[in-house]
């Protein structure tokens, strides 16, 4: 039996409502601030400047919020990866708080700009549940919880495997963390709100038109595109899982692009879908190789995401592991047929923390661990804080030692595929032993 249903079709199931619109590539000879990625780091940054009263360029290669902003699965958390990590370790546990409650600070943020913007995305605030793979991850998370309750301001539960089915469909995992800081939305409804808001404000949006080049002259930049030259007093580069193809190598070097899969399935009944998903809550996993998952808006389809595949390969051929995987976890989908996939980039850095700051004079923010809604947008409003001169107080994120590794140009397809056949390894020994 084919996974694939008849009408099938290898892109983003986002885009049926709100696919990335095509603007005028126009490009002005002068701005005061460039910014280089329109996604919604670049799109945040945009909007901020503009209402600040800044002169304010967002360019991109594709359209205007076409890479992962608009492929993501809509999970909107602040920072409960990093919370997560072994940031005590480096940092001592007071500069380590410091640097989780500058991340959860994103799930506010985000919450205020869409009420702030009047942008529609579908949103709630309705937690997430992450399943323990084995008995030893549900120990982990058990430590990280008071430190999230603590980062997010809000509950942190930890749910052991005989009450597992009150915030999942199924038996798969051995309990979980429910964190209550996690929404929901639309990311391509999302896109299109905060490129529509940058544009209220005054910011201009340049479809189409690829960046090859920044130069520094005197007090201003030239930047050099397919279509013209471009000289600004600023320029931030936002291109996060997409900047090994841009134009600023030292930011390329410190950022390693992921490729992130997502199938959506047929539409199901209501009733099956909340048995799945109780109270449409947001699911995630602890594997190495992680599985992110949820129900779409409309309370109809399962959405399913994950690292299908470390090396290059289309969306179309890595459907039928996620789809496996998803069986996995609940088997009463093996009939189900696929009608959506695709694939995008996320962008990962060495140290696992996102980053803004400011190298020979060209800003920069990214790098936001596969967990980029909230905290993109966040990473925007603060660089252009920044940028700006305008903010009231040091940001914890903000000019933090930001480490590449020998040899390493920003591309990592050469090696990627062994890490992962070794996580992957790694996964199954671990479930095993358990």
């Known amino acids: 039996m084919s996974i694939l249903a008849a009408d099938f079709k290898a892109r983003p199931w986002w885009w049926e409502a709100a696919a990335p619109v095509q603007r005028d ?26 209402r600040l009263g800044h002169d304010v360029t967002v360019i991109d290669a594709e359209r205007i919020g076409w890479g992962a902003s608009s492929r993501n699965g809509g ?88 009450n597992q089915r009150e915030f999942i469909g199924s038996d798969h995992y051995h309990g979980g963390m429910h964190a209550e800081a996690t929404g929901s939305l639309h990311p391509g409804k999302y896109a299109r709100g905060l490129a529509a808001a940058a544009e209220r ?30 000289t600004a007093k600023h320029v931030l580069t936002a291109t996060n899982g997409y900047s090994h193809k841009g134009p600023n190598p030292w930011f390329a070097r410190r950022m390693v ?19 799945l998903f109780p109270k449409q809550r947001m699911l995630s996993d602890t594997k190495l ?83 980029g809604v909230a905290m993109a947008t966040w990473l925007g409003h603060n660089v252009a804080l920044k940028i700006a001169g305008a903010a009231n107080e040091k940001f914890a994120l903000d000019d ?10 920003g591309d990592p397809w050469w090696f990627m595929p062994l890490i992962g056949n070794w996580y992957r390894l790694k996964d199954r020994i671990e479930r095993m032993a358990a």
């Open 257 to 275: 692009p992921l490729a992130s899969y997502i199938i959506a399935t047929e539409e199901l009944p209501p009733e099956q879908i909340e048995r």
């Open 289 to 371: 190789v992680l599985n992110y998952f949820r129900p779409s808006p409309d309370g109809r389809r399962v959405l399913w995401g994950g690292r299908a595949s470390f090396a290059a390969e289309s969306a179309e051929q890595a459907a039928p592991r996620l789809h496996a995987t998803m069986c996995e976890v609940f088997p009463e989908l093996r009939e189900v047929k696929i009608t959506h996939a695709w694939t995008g980039n996320v962008a990962f850095t060495f140290d696992h923390l996102p980053h803004i700051g400011v190298q020979d004079g060209v800003h920069y923010a990214g790098g936001c661990q596969g967990s």
């Open 400 to 409: 933090l030692p930001f480490p590449t590794r020998p040899f390493y140009s």
């Open 25 to 50: 590539n126009t490009l002005p000879a002068e701005a005061e601030v460039l910014v280089v990625g329109g996604g919604y780091a670049g799109l945040s940054a945009a909007l901020t400047l503009a």
């Open 75 to 162: 999970m909107v958390s602040g920072g409960l990866k990093v919370a997560r990590g072994p940031l005590e370790k480096t940092y001592g546990p007071a500069r380590a708080m410091e640097i989780m409650k500058a991340c959860g600070g994103s799930f506010p943020f985000i919450e205020e700009t869409m009420i702030r913007e009047g942008i529609e995305a579908d949103y709630k605030r309705v937690g997430r549940f992450v399943g323990a793979w084995t008995p030893g991850h549900y120990k982990v998370l058990e430590k990280s919880a008071a430190r999230i309750a603590e980062m997010s301001a809000l509950p942190t539960t930890m749910i052991p495997r005989e």
């Open 201 to 230: 404000a005054g910011a201009r949006l340049v479809d189409a038109t690829r960046v090859s080049r920044i130069e520094k002259q005197a007090a201003q930049f030239r930047v050099t595109t397919d279509h013209g030259v471009v």
